[in-house]
């Protein structure tokens, strides 16, 4: 699960760096994963900044992200995907994967962030593919947080995304986390 910890390090890292926003606000999107296999919709007022690229040096090389932020609600989603290169397949619902990527990810998180702390854990099945939901608590850009992480596969690609809001906000964060997994 090194992709998945290389991947969250890179999205802990365009966390802690900040971002400066565009200031004009794209219409409704919608976000498609996974060769369109998972989609979701956020309104207008999260406004898309394309994450740097990884680095070959550091087994990121291969992953692309986007931001997306609404500085109202202070809310962040970060939805970024890794090829997988060690000729692995992975199936659209594999527990296995699945398990694995949960527990290397918190692993990994617990590590990273000192009061990193797993508050549940979800499966997922969205038109037979599997995610993992996995919600926390943790310090991050100076404040203590929320966050819904979702995690799958499917060929050889790697999906991560996370949504994070404010602590103090924990009906907004349920409000996003729904708009993710059309209230599942």
């Not at 290389?6 to 976000?31: C, E, N, R, W």
């Not at 931001?67 to 296995?96: C, F, L």
């Not at 990193?116 to 608590?137: I, P, Y």
């Not at 947080?145 to 009906?171: C, E, M, P």
Request: no cysteine; hydrophobic share 40%; glycine share 12%.
């Amino acid at each position: 699960m090194a992709t998945f910890t290389k991947t969250a390090v890179l999205l802990a890292l365009a966390l802690s760096a900040g971002s400066v926003f565009a200031a004009a606000k794209p219409a409704d999107q919608t976000i498609s994963t996974l060769g369109g296999k998972f989609s979701f919709d956020l309104p207008k007022a999260y406004v898309a900044d394309t994450l740097p690229a990884g680095k070959a040096a550091d087994g990121t090389g291969d992953t692309q992200g986007t931001m997306y932020a609404n500085q109202t609600t202070k809310s962040v989603v970060i939805v970024a995907e890794t090829v997988r290169n060690d000729g692995v397949t992975i199936k659209d619902n594999d527990p296995q994967f699945l398990d694995g990527a949960v527990a290397g990810f918190v692993k990994d998180q617990s590590a990273a962030l000192p009061d990193f702390k797993k508050q549940n854990e979800k499966k997922l099945t969205f038109k037979g593919l599997g995610l993992r939901q996995v919600d926390s608590t943790a310090t991050q850009g100076g404040g203590k947080t929320l966050n819904s992480t979702f995690l799958g596969g499917s060929g050889n690609h790697l999906l991560v995304i996370q949504a994070i809001s404010r602590a103090d906000d924990v009906k907004g964060h349920a409000q996003l986390v729904k708009l993710i997994t059309g209230g599942k």
